[in-house]
């Protein structure tokens, strides 16, 4: 995949997760990155032209969806999906050099960083006073700009670095296998399909009657189109009022994928589209790959029946 954008607003500051995501994208490498304080600031900035990209989390594996991103997209901006990016997720204790763990009386960090990490925390540091910052960053940030043997920081490998912390000990989040999805954003464009692809939509009820969702997911399960999410989320317009936000396999350029989104938008309220863009995985690529030459080689077949039309 390549990107003709210059400039790419992130969530920020420098040495977050979503830095250390977007700068594993080899295509981006080019880029003028543009830190943002707040997700809302990094959506600001690309609806507004300052930025040609935004990059942010949409999705964690253990505090699942992030609410700032999935609202904005679905009531306040028109933004479309250009990728997205599963990166794993570990956090490491971090303090400033000559600093020992028994030292530690305040470890800082994002609460969401904290609550993952507090099986650690209550056996390693059961008396530390806990600290919530701006974002896991930002707590490494100040310290490094303020150093305190007696505070320790809860932040990726790459804010120890960028801010001169020395890292106590790693990976000290209860769940391993903890993973963030993160999605690119423009104004406009749909990639192009690659074999492996992932569409997301919302679509919105006209009214809370029985049958509703069955009515939308059945024009799915006609189609044999397998979701990867399902979601509802409030409208904001009153209580029991909501939407579905909704990830399903294929794109949008597949004839069964537009076939299905017709036939949506003609029978509920509305339908928002979100982005059809290339699939993240370990084995996206391979997939893609396989996706192809079946696609060359079910051309050629058609072409050598066709061949024969008099």
């Known amino acids: 995949m390549t990107t003709s ?18 700068l594993g994208e080899p295509d981006y490498a080019g880029c003028s990155l543009v830190p943002c304080r707040t997700i809302t600031a ?13 990059f942010v989390p949409i999705e964690n594996a253990i505090d699942g969806t992030v609410n700032t991103t999935i609202d904005g997209l679905v009531f306040d901006y028109d933004l479309l999906v250009q990728r997205e990016v599963v ?9 400033p050099s000559g600093t020992q763990i028994a030292d530690v009386r305040q470890v800082m960090s994002f609460p969401v960083a904290l609550a993952q990490c507090q099986k650690y925390l209550s056996e390693k540091l059961p008396n530390a006073e ?4 701006n974002s896991t960053a930002d707590a490494a940030r100040s310290l490094g700009e303020n150093p305190e043997r007696r505070t320790a920081a809860i932040a990726p490998r790459l804010a120890a670095k960028l801010y001169g912390l020395s890292i106590l000990d790693e990976d000290v989040e209860d769940h391993p296998e903890n993973q963030t ?8 464009g749909v990639p192009a399909p690659t074999g492996h692809d992932r569409t997301s939509i919302v679509c919105f009820q006209d009214a809370d009657r029985p049958g509703s969702l069955h009515t939308i997911l059945g024009q799915f399960s006609a189609r044999g189109i397998n979701l990867t999410k399902l979601e509802s989320r409030p409208t904001k317009r009153g209580l ?22 017709r036939d949506l938008h003609a ?32 051309d050629r077949w058609l072409s050598e029946l066709r061949a024969q039309i008099h």
């Open 181 to 188: 999805r993160f999605v690119s954003l423009a104004t406009s």
């Open 267 to 298: 029978t509920v309220s509305s339908v928002k589209f979100l982005g059809s863009y290339p699939a993240a995985g370990i084995e996206a690529r391979a997939l893609r790959r396989e996706a192809r030459e079946a696609w060359h080689e079910a």
């Open 42 to 54: 990094v959506l600001d900035a690309v609806a507004g032209g300052t930025s040609d990209l935004g």
């Open 5 to 22: 954008a210059t400039s790419i607003a992130y969530f920020g500051p420098a040495g977050t997760f979503t830095e250390e995501a977007l």
């Open 87 to 95: 990166a794993d997720i570990h956090l490491h204790l971090m303090a």
């Open 130 to 133: 806990q600290v919530a910052a």
């Open 240 to 261: 029991g009022d909501y939407c579905f936000v909704i990830d399903l396999e294929g794109h949008l350029a597949d004839e069964v994928v537009a076939d299905c989104l």
